[in-house]
C-alpha cells in the first residue's frame, strides 16, 4: 500500500503572534515552528499502515525551503520519501488542497493521511478539498481504523459520539488524536535524516479563492472580577452570575 | 443574489446550530431570499425553520444522502444551490459542516470562509471574521469568486423567530450523483452525556481536582447548572477522564455561554479551545494562574472547598 501523507509547519501554540507590516500575516521574526501536533498522528498513522501492509511512506508539505524541517521529523520517524512544494506564500486552503491534489493525481497512492486539522489556520478544509478534487471518498476525524484488501473502516468522531464509516480505497482520511500515538524520532534516525533527500516541486498553477482583508489582536473585554473564597464571595459570585452576566 | 442555509434534522425540528445559521443569513440578506436545503428531514422539521425566517425550504431524501455520503450530499447542495441562483451557502462549523462544506466549495468553484465568528455583507460580497493561530489573532477574510461557502462556528450566531412563520417546503431531487463515497453504517451515540461541543455551559476540571476519584465535585456543579463536564488535557492524558471531554488544542474548541475553569491553570493550549466562550469564570488556588487573565469572573480558591459552596449556592437559584 502507497501511502501520502501531508504536513504542515505551524508556529508554535505558546509563541507570541505579532501582526506584520503587511497588516495580513504574522511577523515570522522570533517565531518558534513546528510540526503540528495532530499531523504526528497523521504520520504515525501512514506508518502503521506500512507496517501492516507494506509498501511506502510518501510525506509532503507545501510551505517554504524552511519546512523541510518537518519533513526531517518525517524522516527520521520511519517516513520512505519526502516532498516539499515550494510554495511560501500558501495563499489559501485551495492552492494548498490543488498543490496536494496534483501531486496525488500523479502518484496514485492508495491512502491520503491527514492531520485533523492544523493549528494555524484551524480551518478543517484541506482533506476534504483534496478529496472532492480527486473524486475520492474522504472519512474526517478518524478515532480507529482497520485496512483489509481495499475496505477501510474507521470510526469517525462527532459531537456526541462516533459514526462508523466504510469506504474504499483510494480514501483520504483525517487522523484524530486517539488514532495511535505518535513515536519518538530515535537519535540515530533524526541523524541520518539530515542526509536524506527531500524532492522539491514547483508551486501550482491554481489561484487562491479566499482573500486576507486585514489581521488584528483579539480585543480582550474580560471583566477580569476576582473574588476570594469566603461564603461571602461565593454568593456574591453567583449572584454576578445571576443578575450581572444573567447566565444562570 | 440569495442565501442557502445547509440544514440539519433534530427529534421534531432542527439542530440548534441549524437555526444560528439562518439567523446569521437572515441578519446579512438585506432583503435577499433565504432558502433552505435540509436533509432526512421531514415538512414539519422543514416547516420549523420558518419560524426563524427561511423563505423556503428544499427537503432532500434520497438514499445516498440520507446514508450521510458526504460527496453525494455536497452534490446535492450544488444542484440546489444552482437550482434557486444561491450565491452564499451558510453551514454551522459542527463536523457535518466541516465535512461537506469543502466538498460544496470545490463544486461550486467558491472560496471557503470557515469557523467565521462575525458575518457581514457590503453589496454581494460577504466579509467574515474569523480566528487563526489558536485564538491569538482574527482575520478578516472574504472570497473573491462568484459564490461564496460559509462556515459559523457553533453557539455564536443568534436565532431569532420571526413574525412570519410560513415556510413553503417541497421535496428536492438531485440531478448529480457521485459513485465513489463513504457510506455511514453505524452511529455509536455517548449514553446520557451532554456532548462539550454542543452545550450551553460547560464546567471542566483540571489536574487541581487531584485524581480521577475527585472528579464528583465537578460533576455536582455542572448539574446544578445542566452543563456538560470539560477537562483539560493534563487530566486526559493522565486517563482521569475521556478525551472526548478535552477541551482545547487536540481537544475540542467551545464557545458556550458561560464556561467554568475549575482547578485549571490556563495552559495556552487550553485557552485555545474556550477563549471565545460569552463568560469565563474561574476557580484557582493561584493568583497568578494564567486562566485568571481570561476570566470574568474569579475566585481564588481550594476547589474543594469552593466547588461544594458554589453547587449549594447555584442548585438554590436553579433547583437542580
Redesign the interface.
Known sequence: MNILVCISQVPDTTTKIAIAADGTSINPAGVKFILNPYDEFAIETGLRMKEQHGGSVTTLTVGPDTAKEVLRTALAMGSDIAVLVNDASRSDSFVVASAIAEYAAETSPDLIVFGRQSIDFDSFQIPSMVAELLQWPDVSTVSSLTIEGTTLKAESDIEGGKLSVEATLPCVISAQKGLYDPRYPKLPDIMKAKSKPITERAATAASARVTTNGMALPDSKRLNKVLGDSDSDVNELVRLLHEEAKVI | MSILVVLEPHNDGLKRTSYEAIGAAVAIANGSAVHGVAFATNESQGAHAGKYGLTSCMLVNTPECNS?Q??NI?AAIADAAASVGATTILFS????G??????V???L???????CVELSRTGDAV?AV????????????????ACTVVTLRPNVFTAKPTASATTSCTVFTPTTS?T???????????EG???V??AD?IVSGGRGLKGPEHFHIVENLAKS?NAAVGASRAVVDAGWRP??E?VG???K?VSP??YVACGISGA??HL?GM?SS????AINKD?DAPI???????????VF??LP??TA??SA??GK
Not at chain 2, 462549523?93 to 457535518?96: I, P, R, T
Not at chain 2, 466541516?98 to 466538498?103: G, M
Open positions: 450521510q458526504s460527496s455536497a462549523a459542527n463536523s457535518f466541516k465535512a461537506v462544506a469543502p466538498r466549495a470545490i463544486r468553484q467558491a472560496g471557503l470562509l470557515a469557523d466579509h474569523r480566528p487563526v493561530y489558536s485564538g491569538k489573532a482574527k482575520i478578516t477574510v472574504s472570497a473573491n469568486t457521485v465513489r463515497s463513504a457510506v455511514v453504517t453505524g452511529h455509536a451515540k455517548n452525556t451532554l456532548d461541543s454542543e455551559i447548572l478525551h472526548r478535552q488544542q487536540t481537544g474548541t455561554t458561560m495556552v493550549q485555545a477563549s460569552k463568560i469565563i469564570v493568583k485568571f487573565t481570561v476570566a470574568d469572573y474569579g475566585i481564588v480558591g481550594d472547598d469552593v459552596k458554589l449556592a447555584v437559584i436553579t
